[in-house]
């Protein structure tokens, strides 16, 4: 399979760009971040995503998805990167939808995908405990009791965990921290009473919560995916989120190093354009070739997801290394270029700096990714 | 099955049937390749047979048409024949400068009595040409060159110096940039020449580099007599006189492409692999990790590199083929290669050590490590170094303003 687009693809890309610079500009994601909604994001806005089929983007068409697979949600979240859109997309349409249709039950499959694909229910993927991802140190126990199991602990950073209506939650049945074999997925109601959830505001001015439950019983029904073998599909979970949300990164990159080339075809210092130093000009053109290796690291991952989702592990992981430093760069690169005006409020580039620091930082930053690769390489 | 799923079944079949066990071996490199030539001579009787199946084909030069030695395949069609072939690690049956520089110059600019005699000759393996564009003085900034061309009504003269003619000492013929009129603004008296290197008047001196041997060469133009025309419709210029930049900027961005796609890299002087050769020199601690934390990372890290830039050659290719081309952005693949390819090489003298830096009585061994590692240094500024091609990319890439 060629490594670009195809035709539909890139007509959903096309639709995307039209929709999102009509709708949710970084103008309306500086609206949410200045009234702050409760939410953190507008229904509105999500109900008509919906109503397009993007909520539903992986979710297959008997469910009332729009089947694109994860190059579709790629390529959704590209443009969401590049307008800081602000939405459930990541946390519901990715997470949630990858979960459920990968590993749920049939009837887990027909009790939510619809709902996802409606964008009426919204889901949170509960992993985190400390503030460096790592999902083989979970400590969340699931103790069995009677014929089900009791839930106690803390996961912290839970993107949208304040506005979920379920939760899937990374529990260890038994085993010690570190012992990977014996995680099991849980998906509950989000608004049970043992459930006490602080939404933790961050600098990129999502949302996000802190999670603690305090004995809250459940039944195998709840397990998603097998009992004890957890691990394996929140790695498979994990990977879909990787993926999409270095395309995210990807899209903010772009647009970013876009908003700089012209500043530096623009800007006169010296009586002379800014862009005509060699000193930026060989900076902005290493930018761009590291872009470029981004991209393709990207679309990669997307592909692979969409054609052998089992294996696609790995080059989730490039993605998220490669993605993570690139964005940063791009971001860092845009305000030291754009000079004073950089660090000011009013000026975007700041924005994506912050939108980039968060994403790099979930499901593992550049390091995390590397260790990673080098772990599955054998050294 | 579509016309492209016939094919490759047929091409498929084809390789199958027709190369050698012996040439299964992965990626050429300089040591293994076929080049041709009037002094070439096969490695083996493998390399022999391989060659002269291939030519009988069309599929030294695949992509070429077929009235000038081709096999006249479109870029899909080329495409499979090249993933077929890698597929089952076949080396390429010929390979050279011929090819991958003159070639595409000559099928945009030439005539048809050029291409079919030059075309027909790197097809055929008879020539192999070498490249006479840098000298002395001019090596960035190669418009400035002096090599001195004059009209003497039914030959040229031609009196100069170029050097970094790479393997100019068994090449055939020389594609050379000479200047025609010194009066004009420095990109507008260049005009590109085709010359036998058997002409009176012409003698080569290798280039010995910190890595000891190199096919470097000088090559010195005393009053040599180039014909103006090898034939009717023939001329020994390429494009009009005077016109020759325009020649030599398609020439670069060819050798720019090839040099960003080279075969360095896949072999064992470049990232790939780098963590199975740690293991092999350093071991693992007790958790299963290289014992050399720092370089563990840093080889991690090169290796994450190199298959991001194998994945843009592969998007790239795929781009260009779709129709978008690849135009300048063949300075970013020319530039990740080259800096890629020194980074491997580092590495690898890193992961061992003083054992990398110790030389035998005889000197610094050909082919060692150590030569590779000399050797590359030179990526980043062969075929226009790392700051041109930021230079092209900031300027042709991103449209940033000259001075």
Redesign the interface.
């Known amino acids: 399979m060629?490594?670009?687009l195809n035709e539909e693809q890139e007509m959903l890309q096309d639709a995307a760009q039209g929709f999102l610079a009509e709708k949710a500009p970084v103008a309306a994601f500086r609206k949410v971040r200045d009234n702050k909604p409760a939410d953190g994001f507008c229904r509105d806005l999500w109900a008509e995503m919906a109503e397009m089929g993007w909520a539903g983007i992986i979710v297959d068409e008997d469910h009332g998805g729009s089947g694109f697979g994860y190059v579709g949600a790629g390529v959704l979240a590209e443009q969401m990167g590049r307008n800081l859109t602000a939405s459930p997309f990541f946390s519901t349409s990715v997470l949630g939808a990858t979960a459920i249709q990968q590993y749920g039950t049939q009837k887990q499959r027909d009790e939510n995908l619809a709902a996802i694909s409606s964008g009426e229910r919204l889901f949170a993927l509960a992993v985190d405990e400390g503030p460096r991802h790592n999902p083989s140190r979970i400590k969340f126990s699931a103790k069995p009791a009677g014929n089900g199991f009791v839930l106690s602990g803390t996961k912290t950073f839970v993107a949208d965990g304040h506005v979920a209506d379920k939760l899937i939650i990374a529990a260890r049945t038994s085993g010690e921290q570190g012992d990977a074999d014996v995680i099991t997925l849980f998906l509950v109601d989000a608004d049970a009473p043992q459930i006490r959830r602080e939404p933790t505001p961050m600098i990129d001015s999502r949302n996000a919560a802190n999670i603690t439950v305090d004995g809250l019983e459940v039944t195998g029904d709840d397990i998603l995916g097998e009992l004890d073998g957890g691990y394996a599909a929140l790695e498979g979970i994990l990977s879909a989120g990787r993926a999409v949300l270095s395309a995210e990164m990807s899209g903010s990159a772009q647009q970013v190093f876009g908003v700089t080339?012209d500043y530096?075809?623009e800007r006169e210092q010296f009586g002379?354009?800014i862009?005509?130093?060699?000193g930026l000009?060989?900076r902005?053109?290493?930018l761009?070739?590291e872009i470029?290796?981004?991209?393709?690291?990207v679309?990669?991952s997307l592909k692979d997801l969409d054609e052998d989702f089992e294996n696609a592990g790995i080059t989730c992981s490039?993605a998220k290394?490669?993605t993570g430093q690139v964005a940063q760069l791009a971001t860092k690169e845009a305000i030291q270029m754009h000079g004073g005006i950089g660090v000011t409020d009013e000026y975007d580039v700041g924005l994506y700096f912050k939108r980039v620091h968060v994403a790099q930082q979930m499901f593992g930053d550049a390091?995390f990714h590397?260790?990673r690769?080098?772990?599955n390489?054998?050294? | 099955m579509s016309d492209l799923e016939e094919f490759r079944a047929e091409v498929r079949a084809w390789l199958k049937e027709n190369c050698p066990e012996e040439m299964r071996d992965g990626d050429i490199t300089a040591e293994n390749q076929c080049w041709g030539g009037r002094q070439w001579e096969f490695q083996s009787e493998a390399q022999k047979i391989w060659f002269e199946r291939a030519l009988a084909k069309g599929y030294t030069v695949p992509s070429w048409p077929k009235e000038y030695g081709g096999a006249g395949l479109s870029a899909d069609q080329a495409k499979i024949l090249d993933e077929e072939r890698q597929a089952i690690n076949a080396r390429k049956p010929l390979s050279n400068f011929g090819i991958s520089m003159l070639g595409p110059a000559l099928l945009a600019y030439g005539t048809h009595e050029q291409k079919k005699q030059h075309l027909t000759g790197i097809a055929r393996g008879e020539i192999r040409w070498c490249q006479g564009y840098s000298e002395p003085g001019a090596g960035s900034d190669l418009a400035s060159l002096k090599t001195k061309c004059e009209d003497k009504g039914d030959h040229w003269l031609i009196n100069g110096q170029k050097i970094w003619t790479s393997n100019a000492d068994i090449s055939d013929w020389i594609f050379c940039l000479v200047r025609t009129d010194f009066d004009a603004p420095k990109h507008e008296g260049i005009t590109f020449i085709l010359i036998d290197m058997a002409s009176e008047g012409i003698s080569v001196k290798p280039i010995v580099l910190i890595s000891g041997h190199s096919p470097f060469c000088e090559t010195f133009f005393d009053e040599v007599k180039v014909p103006k025309s090898y034939g009717e419709g023939n001329p020994s210029v390429v494009g009009e006189v005077n016109r020759g930049w325009d020649v030599a900027k398609n020439l670069l961005v060819h050798e720019r492409g090839m040099l960003g796609t080279m075969s360095p890299l896949k072999g064992t002087t470049g990232p790939e692999n780098l963590g199975k050769f740690a293991v092999e020199k350093i071991g693992l601690d007790a958790a299963g990790r290289l014992d050399d934390p720092a370089l563990r990372e840093r080889i991690a890290q090169a290796e994450l590199d190199n298959w991001a830039y194998n994945l843009t050659v592969e998007r790239m290719t795929d781009e260009a083929n779709a129709g978008n081309g690849l135009g300048a952005k063949s300075s970013m693949l020319k530039y990740v290669a080259s800096e890629l390819t020194k980074r491997g090489t580092e590495l690898r003298m890193d992961i061992e050590g003083t054992t990398a830096a110790t030389i035998g009585a005889e000197g610094i061994e050909y082919g060692s490590l150590a030569n590779n590692w000399l050797y590359n240094r030179a990526y980043s500024i062969l075929g226009g170094t790392t700051e041109v091609q930021l230079n092209i990319i900031s300027k042709r890439v991103l449209g940033l303003p000259s001075q």
């Not at chain 1, 862009?275 to 060699?278: D, H, L, M, T, V």
């Open positions: 060629p490594l670009i080339t530096l075809k002379q354009k862009g005509s130093f060699q000009q060989h902005a053109a290493h761009a070739t470029e290796m981004m991209k393709s690291a679309l990669k490039l290394a490669k390091g590397s260790d690769w080098a772990k390489s054998g050294f």
